[in-house]
């Protein structure tokens, strides 16, 4: 029974260092169909505890998936995306998905 507390107190406390990011922003430059996605996400390790997946959605549907081995430094992180098929009035949302636990999208519509 007492190893069975520590351990659940262990697995506790890792989930409460795990987190996502904090903030996620877009920007989508119409003349170079060019989406940039930041995150923000600190952690002490990014060997360790990183955003892992991001999606991107156009209108709803999926479009882009990439698994990532870390993040850039230890406070932020970001990614590049040509969507040509993007144009006025769409909407791109992206979804980040941090390795330990937790997710944080924003949603953009081109104009």
């Known amino acids: ?3 069975l ?3 659940v107190l262990l697995a506790g406390s890792s989930l409460l260092l795990a987190h996502p990011a904090s903030e996620v922003t877009l920007a989508f430059d119409q003349e170079t169909s060019i989406l940039t996605v930041n995150f923000a996400h600190n952690v002490n390790d990014v060997d360790k505890h990183f955003i892992f997946e991001i ?3 156009l209108n ?3 479009i882009i998936e990439q698994l990532l081995q870390k993040q850039d430094n230890t406070e ?3 990614v590049i995306y040509k969507i040509v098929e993007a144009k006025k009035g769409d909407k791109i949302k992206v979804r980040t998905n941090c390795n330990k636990t937790g997710k944080k999208a924003a949603e953009i519509v081109i104009e």
Do not use: D
Request: charged letters at 15%; proline letters at 0%; a neutral charge.
């Open 1 to 3: 029974m007492k190893y």
């Open 5 to 7: 507390l520590i351990l």
């Open 55 to 57: 999606l991107v959605y």
């Open 60 to 62: 709803g549907e999926q």
């Open 76 to 78: 932020t992180g970001t």
